[in-house]
């Protein structure tokens, strides 16, 4: 099961991964992403924070969306409703990230058995949501590392626990972060063929 020290163990790796680029990088594209390295880690941060706002819902409706509203800063950004104030620099970005992996993980952590955090992809309890959380952050880590010359490989633990989560079907007897890596688009793996397309199923286990 995934809880909420994943979520902590996550983000604290991603930070202080993070930590280490240089100023001038945080305008490189993210990896393959058509986002800036900046407007990943925003985007980040709004994941963490939507999960947590979406978990902490504790009267009806819990079946769709909070509505806030969402911005885009421009047409190939991600939109959301998390940014960092830009003068804060890379060092106010990641503050940010921090404060939103903690929400998450605080939620998490308190959720009654009875939460229900809305996805698109399955309505998920406190566990589906901290495995969405640690899922956005490895992978985007791994898309940030790209962009800022940064190396990230997460614990194989941690991967193992969110595959068997999020993506049920995945492989079982292949190294865990390459097969987390395949399942979400971003790498080959061995007698696999690469996914044309991929989605996880957060909806809750039995």
């Known amino acids: 099961m995934v809880g909420a020290e994943d979520v902590e163990t996550a983000v604290g790796l991603a930070l202080t991964t993070l930590a280490g680029a240089p100023a001038e990088k945080w305008e490189n594209p993210a990896g393959t992403l058509a986002w800036t390295c900046w407007e990943t880690a925003e985007h980040l941060a709004d994941d963490l924070f939507a999960y947590a706002a979406q978990l ?23 939109d959301g409703v998390v940014f960092a104030d830009r003068s804060a620099g890379p060092s ?52 940030l ?21 999020l993506f049920p079907d995945a492989p079982t007897d292949t190294p865990r972060w390459p097969t987390l890596l ?3 688009g971003r790498g080959d793996l061995p007698g696999h063929p690469r996914p044309t397309s991929w989605r996880w199923d957060s909806s809750i286990r039995a």
Request: aromatic share 6%; glycine share 8%.
């Open 145 to 165: 590392a790209a962009g800022l010359g940064l190396t990230w490989t997460p614990p194989e633990d941690l991967c193992d626990r969110t595959l068997l989560r």
């Open 56 to 78: 902490g819902l504790r009267r009806p409706p819990v079946d769709r969306y909070v509505p806030f509203e969402m911005i885009r800063r421009r047409p190939e950004a991600p």
């Open 92 to 143: 106010g970005l990641l503050q940010v990230l921090d404060s939103c992996g903690a929400l998450l993980a605080a939620v998490v952590r308190t959720a009654p058995p009875t939460a229900r955090c809305f996805h698109s992809l399955g309505t998920a309890d406190a566990a589906g949501a901290a495995a969405m959380g640690v899922v956005e952050t490895l992978v985007h880590t791994h898309d």
């Open 182 to 184: 395949w399942a979400t």
